[in-house]
């Protein structure tokens, strides 16, 4: 296990909702779990006028974000960990001279011996990264003669790969590559990183994960929440751009990279760099018209509820063709994944929140059971992100009594099952391991930009393409009506519950 060293957590957009709501939680999770360094300290920066306490109370002592987890702690050591808290007012304006935060960092750090180890976490707009890098720069923030320095920037990272290289660059001038952590909260959670200990520690999968035993692999992000008060935004993103082109092709590179040389971050994320670079992309109009769908939801009635139409939504155009529904059928060039389809869709107003990834084996090639119930029910690993999270093996078993009739039975395991079962949430994983200097969880620049090239040609398909269509679906139903003609030739999306084993499966107990 890596060691913690002493530092300094730098949080700019500190008054904002990220830091309470996520930010500042998982800092605690890491304090009551043992995981913080003997001398740690949080600075919050942004515009708000806040004293040291008046941050503190809003973040930490009343914070609604940290009631439940402050439970029955102790007041000293929920005030000990407050304490570690503090807050610097940049004034009016990002864009001015950090001469001031300079001073309080300096003090902070010999005061409370950090060692000169600072993380800057840009918790602001997009816009704002190259201003605050640029006047980190002019204070010698950046400077790694004296302790290390890092740079944490949240998504979304660009709008297409033209502002995504410019965001690069922009950061690139004042911070090295290897400062740069890109966060991607998907990737903190303990069932991503989980694929790539299922592909690469067991014998029964890594000999089959290829074409030769692989027919298709599917993956289905759900949120049964509409696009709630983020309407202004959502409009001009979309589902594609919000949860596609980072969470899932993220996943993607998970499922598709080959074995790295070994569990250094630097190996693994070459591979998937390669991995993404190896996505055929999709150039001319009818392959675009034949492998993707975009869709909204519009007004339904769910639970007794009536549920407005995303046109209908605060701060969405009446007449948007945004989608909150995409759905993508896509090839890898290599050798490994020759010819096998990928089906990846990411949707809101879903019948239940789920995030899995189905591996679908082929059939025997000599089916002798064919005519016995085994056709169509084909061997699947359905690995679960979220919620429920586990994994599943569907398989065939003889029914007892005469004949060979097939049943499909399941195999299966839950991370609550573990009797260490305290899972670390995104958020928690992800400052932990920046703060141990582990990048294999970020998104390094060229793998962002791989990842923008394979999206670009769907996403200008679908602002200037001749044949576009914006298919309704209604809230609560598993997409639009059409979405299975995607998987043409293999059957249809499987459509998830909130829980793994949605099937009774088949057992005899007596």
């Not at 911070?175 to 200990?197: A, C, M, W």
């Not at 035993?213 to 959502?234: D, F, M, Q, S, W």
């Not at 490994?336 to 239940?352: E, L």
């Amino acid at each position: 296990m890596n060691r913690t060293e002493n530092q300094m957590l730098i949080i700019f957009g500190a008054s904002g909702d990220l830091t309470a709501r996520k930010l500042v939680p998982a800092l605690f999770n890491l304090y009551k779990g043992g995981h913080l360094p003997k001398n740690f300290v949080v600075l919050g920066v942004s515009r708000s006028n806040l004293s040291d306490d008046a941050f503190r109370k809003k973040v930490v002592t009343e914070s609604k974000y940290l009631a439940d987890r402050i439970g029955n702690q102790g007041e000293d050591f929920v005030n000990a960990f407050a304490n570690q808290l503090f807050y610097e007012d940049l004034g009016s304006d990002y864009d001015t001279d950090y001469g001031a935060l300079a001073k309080r960092i300096a003090d902070l750090n010999v005061a409370l011996k950090t060692d000169n180890n600072y993380i800057f976490y840009l918790s602001t707009p997009p816009s704002l990264y190259e201003i605050v890098s640029k006047n980190l720069t002019e204070q010698g923030l950046n400077d790694e003669s004296q302790g290390w320095k890092r740079l944490i920037v949240e998504k979304p990272f660009g709008y297409d790969l033209s502002s995504a290289k410019n965001l690069n660059k922009g950061l690139q001038k004042y911070f090295k590559e290897s400062q740069i952590y890109r966060i991607d909260h998907y990737l903190g959670k303990e069932t991503v990183q989980n694929l790539l200990v299922t592909r690469f520690a067991n014998s029964i999968f890594e000999p089959l994960w290829n074409r030769n035993y692989i027919n298709h692999v599917e993956i289905t992000n759900a949120e049964t929440v509409g696009v709630e008060k983020r309407g202004g935004y959502y409009d001009k993103s979309g589902a594609l751009r919000d949860m596609f082109q980072n969470h899932l092709l993220q996943i993607v590179s998970l499922v598709i990279m080959e074995p790295p040389i070994g569990s250094d971050a630097e190996e693994i994320r070459n591979e998937k760099v390669k991995a993404l670079k190896s996505l055929r992309i999709m150039k001319d109009e009818e392959t675009l018209y034949n492998n993707t769908i975009r869709a909204q939801y519009v007004a339904s009635e769910v639970d007794g509820e009536k549920v407005k139409g995303y046109r209908e939504e605060e701060g969405v155009d009446p007449e948007s063709t945004t989608e909150t529904y995409a759905a993508i059928k896509f090839f890898v060039d290599n050798w490994r994944w020759s010819g096998v389809p990928f089906y990846v869709r990411t949707a809101k107003r879903m019948p239940t929140k789920v995030t899995e990834v189905v591996i679908h084996f082929k059939t025997p090639h000599h089916q002798i059971f064919k005519d016995s119930g085994a056709f169509n029910k084909d061997n699947k690993l359905i690995i679960r992100i979220q919620p429920d999270e586990g994994m599943l093996i569907k398989f065939g078993v003889k029914v007892p009594g005469q004949g060979f009739k097939v049943e499909r039975a399941n195999l299966d395991f839950y991370y609550s099952s573990l009797v260490e079962n305290h899972v670390m949430e995104a958020y928690e994983r992800l400052l932990l391991d920046a703060m141990q200097g582990d990048a294999t969880l970020y998104a390094r620049a060229d793998e962002v930009e791989a990842a923008w090239e394979f999206v670009d040609p769907i996403l200008n398909y679908w602002k200037n393409g001749k044949d576009v269509r914006t298919y309704g679906y209604s809230a609560g139903v598993w997409g639009p009506t059409n979405a299975d003609e995607l998987i043409d030739g293999v059957g249809m999306w499987r459509n998830p519950s909130e829980n793994l084993a949605d099937d009774p499966g088949f057992c005899v107990i007596c």
